[in-house]
Structures are given as structure tokens and as C-alpha cells.
């Protein structure tokens, strides 16, 4: 499209662009832009990680807080809420372990702590507990607030100590 044409009135044809190499900065730009395209899929993935264990997250609080207003008396309770709550947590809790990849360990308001990534070995045994209790919850089928109480609490234990061990303070 283009075209560069010498000046007729420079004196030395050879300078007549004063064009120098730009290999390098053209492998430099290249480089950059290679390096671009493979870090922003790296740091989407990692966003989209972190926000999918956080919704969920905020799921299991929804649930929770259901629970703890029945417990309190500011609900009634019933059979179905009950189902509907530890379904819920336990949906939650086959989901969770899902969305701890390496590269989502930093980012995105993350409050996963480095403990989840230097003991895997406990944070699974954590979550399978919590999969556990849960399932155990929807199997008691509770029809009364005291086996739901019951129920609940532990289910809700198994909150307490994965938050102990495998959440960053919010400080």
C-alpha cells in the first residue's frame, strides 16, 4: 500500500531512508505480544476459578443462614426446607474441590490460603468429610427442628474448621 521512494535531493542515495534494522524491535514487539497472548488466558483461568469457588461459597452461606434462622426461631422449619438446605451444601460441597487449580492460588480477592496447596492431602480429607456430613444430613431426612439441629451442627462443624485451617483471615 505503501511505497517508499528516495528524496531527489539527497546527496548520498545509500542514506537516502535513514532506515535502520528493526529485526530486534520487531522480534522484541513479537515477543511481547507472544508472551501476552499465553498470560491472559493464564490470569482468566485463574480469575474464573476463584470467583466459581467464591459463588459458591456464597451459596453455602445462603444455605447457612437459613439453617441458623430456624435454629434461631426467625423461620419455621419443615421437612422440605431442610432437604432444600443440605442439598444444597452437599451440591455445594461435590462442586468445591473442583476449582483449586495451581494458578489460582493468588488473585481475584482470593481467601484461599497457601495451606490448601502446601497439604492437599488434608484440605481433601477436609472436603471429603464435608461431602460426607452432608450427604449423611439429606439421608437423616430430619422432620422435627431437633434432628435438623442435630444435623446441622454438624455439618456446619466441618465449616468452622476448614475455615480455621484453609481460609485466609479477612483482616
Known sequence: MFQLVPEPTCR???????MT???PF????????GAAAFAVPA???NLDAIKARQDLMEE???ATKAGAQILKGQAEFSADKATEIFTKMHEVAMKFGDYFPEDSKTGGKT???P???EKPDEFKAALVKYQEDTQAALDAAPQDVDAFKQQFGKVTQNCKGCHEDFRLDKN
Open 12 to 18: 548520498d542515495p545509500s542514506r537516502s531512508f535513514q
Open 115 to 117: 495451606a490448601i496447596w
Open 26 to 33: 520487531s522480534l522484541a514487539v513479537l515477543a511481547v505480544c
Open 111 to 113: 481467601e484461599a490460603a
Open 21 to 23: 534494522d528493526s529485526r
Open 60 to 62: 453455602n452461606g445462603k
Open 43 to 45: 490470569i482468566a483461568q
